[in-house]
């Protein structure tokens, strides 16, 4: 129905930067907000940041001023920039969507995960 491909994730040093990307793609009529989680090990999954499709943002405390989220409506995309990574930043990062698509109401959809890892 509707899938979400993420791409960029890797191993950077700390200081280091990495772009994540993730495509939505199925039967979308529209995309509310999209945004970006991760899960440390043992952890349960937490925000990272999030954009609404009109642009607003909101970002986790631990990653202001280094992440910078954005998305282009039109091709259903978001993209999480990284910049001045730490160890601590290490994780598997999902996407996620809230999607408009066959159902009745929106419906939230995930991405498989990409691993970031940042060496010390």
């Known amino acids: 129905q509707v899938q979400l491909v993420e791409s960029g994730g890797g191993l950077v040093q700390a200081g280091g930067s990495l772009r994540l990307s993730c495509a939505a793609s199925?039967?979308?009529?529209?995309?509310?907000?999209m945004g970006w989680y991760r899960q440390h090990p043992g952890k349960q999954r937490e925000l990272v940041a999030v954009?609404?499709?009109?642009?607003?943002?909101n970002y986790a405390d631990s990653v202001k001023g280094r992440f910078t989220i954005s998305r282009d409506n039109a091709k259903n995309t978001v993209n999480l920039q990284m910049t001045n990574l730490k160890p601590e930043d290490t994780a598997v990062y999902y996407c996620?969507?809230?999607?408009?698509?066959?159902?009745?109401?929106?419906?939230?959809?995930w991405g498989q995960g990409t691993q970031v890892t940042v060496s010390s």
């Open positions: 996620n969507a809230n999607i408009h698509t066959l159902m009745p109401v929106p419906v939230d959809f």
């Open positions: 199925g039967i979308i009529f529209s995309t509310n907000a």
């Open positions: 954009i609404t499709s009109g642009g607003s943002t």
